[in-house]
């Protein structure tokens, strides 16, 4: 997977943890595709002071990943319910985890 999908991924885990510039940036970044010097720009900031959070952005959310490890048991309990033959239960399982 790449690192890009990796982070848009466990954003969605820990977004909700990051302060509101952070996820400003972090989406106009990685779900607008807007540039740094865009970023900068619209936020009437420098395009250093938006690498630097962005950056601060990535960091945290690994670290998140490294402490919390949400993604990784998500991805593990997928793989055990995708094992489940019995298609009531499994479908009774998605439905308490969703």
């Known amino acids: 997977m790449e690192q890009r999908d990796y982070l848009v991924i466990l954003y ?6 990051l302060n ?4 400003k940036y972090f989406e106009d970044y990685y779900f ?15 395009r250093n002071a938006v690498h630097k959070h962005i950056k601060n952005t990535e960091a945290k959310l690994m670290f998140y990943e490294e402490k919390l490890g ?18 009531k239960i499994k479908k ?3 439905n308490i985890l969703d």
């Open 12 to 17: 969605d885990y820990y977004g909700e943890l």
């Open 32 to 46: 607008d595709n807007l540039s740094l010097g865009e970023i900068a720009s619209n936020n009437d900031v420098s």
């Open 70 to 87: 949400l993604y990784k048991k998500d991805k593990k309990l997928q793989e055990v319910i995708d094992k489940i033959k019995d298609e």
């Open 92 to 94: 009774e399982i998605k």
């Open 20 to 23: 509101e510039d952070n996820k």
